[in-house]
C-alpha cells in the first residue's frame, strides 16, 4: 500500500533557527516524491520535487530510498515560512498524488 | 495565465440536497484530479479525468458521487443526497499530458446542515 506519513502537525521554531519537516513513505518500488506548501488563503502549490534537486526558498529535501524519508530541510528559516506543508508520493505510471496529513510550521519572531 | 478556478468557494446544502462543485483547468490542461480533505486530514485522492473519460476513480465512494469531464466546459464533481460526512474541503487540480506538475485550485468548501 502506498502511505505518506507526516509525523509532526505542527512545528513550531524561531526565527534563524534550522527548519526539518519529517516524512516517510511506504512503496514497493520508485516513487517520485513532492512538497507542496500552502501559505494562509492561498492555494496549494509544488514547492519542490526529488527528481530536481534543487533548492526553493533555501529548502531542500533528499530522498533517502533506505529510511524511506523524504525529509524537507532549511537552515535559517524566516517568518514567511510559516505555512502548511504537505508531502506527496507519486507511484511509478501512476497520475494521482497520496498525501501526508500536513505539517503546520510557524515561525516565530 | 488563469491558474485552476473553483466554485464555489464556499457552499452550503442541507442534508438529501445535491451539491455541484465546478473546476476549469489550467488552458490547455487535459487532466483534472478531484481530492477531498476531511477536518483535520490530508488530501485523499478521488477521481482522475481526462476529456469524456473517467481514467481513475478508485477512491470515488460508490454511492452518491459522481464526476465529469465534458469535451466544453468545466469538469463537475456531484455528491447527490448529501450527508454531514461529506462536509469537507474538495481540492480540484490540473496537469498536462506530460505531468510535470499539478497545479490545484483553492477548493470549494462544502458545508452540510
Redesign the interface.
Known amino acids: 500500500a502506498q502511505r505518506?506519513t507526516?509525523p509532526e502537525k505542527l512545528l513550531s521554531v524561531f526565527k534563524g533557527a534550522p527548519v526539518e519537516l519529517k516524512c516517510n513513505y511506504s512503496y514497493s518500488g520508485s516513487p517520485e516524491l513532492f512538497w507542496?506548501v500552502q501559505y494562509s488563503r492561498?492555494?496549494?502549490?509544488?514547492l519542490l520535487?526529488h527528481i530536481s534537486r534543487e533548492s526553493i526558498k533555501g529548502f531542500t529535501a533528499d530522498l533517502n530510498k533506505g529510511e524511506t524519508s523524504f525529509h524537507l530541510k532549511k537552515p535559517f528559516a524566516q517568518e514567511e515560512d510559516s505555512a502548511m506543508y504537505?508531502c506527496a508520493l507519486r507511484g511509478q505510471g501512476a497520475?494521482?498524488?497520496?498525501?501526508?496529513?500536513?505539517t503546520r510550521l510557524t515561525i516565530n519572531p | 495565465n488563469a491558474?485552476?478556478m473553483q466554485n464555489p468557494r464556499h457552499l452550503v446544502r442541507r442534508r438529501g440536497q445535491e451539491a455541484r462543485l465546478r473546476c476549469s483547468p489550467v488552458k490547455g490542461h487535459s487532466?483534472v484530479?478531484w481530492?477531498r480533505q476531511l477536518p483535520?486530514?490530508?488530501?485523499?485522492?478521488m477521481v482522475?479525468l481526462q476529456k469524456e473519460n473517467i481514467?481513475?476513480e478508485s477512491?470515488m465512494p460508490k454511492e452518491r458521487f459522481s464526476a465529469e469531464f465534458p469535451k466544453e466546459g468545466p469538469s463537475i464533481l456531484r455528491i447527490q443526497q448529501v450527508v454531514r460526512g461529506d462536509s469537507a474541503a474538495y481540492?480540484c487540480a490540473s496537469?498536462p499530458p506530460s505531468?510535470t506538475?499539478?497545479f490545484?485550485?483553492?477548493?470549494t468548501r462544502l458545508t452540510v446542515v
Not at chain 1, 497520475?95 to 500536513?102: N, R, T, W
Not at chain 2, 490545484?104 to 477548493?107: A, I, N, Y
Open positions: 505518506v507526516q507542496y492561498q492555494r496549494l502549490q509544488l520535487r504537505y497520475q494521482k498524488l497520496v498525501f501526508g496529513q500536513g | 491558474g485552476v487532466h484530479y481530492y483535520e486530514e490530508g488530501l485523499k485522492f482522475y481514467i481513475d477512491g481540492f496537469s505531468y506538475e499539478a490545484f485550485g483553492q477548493g
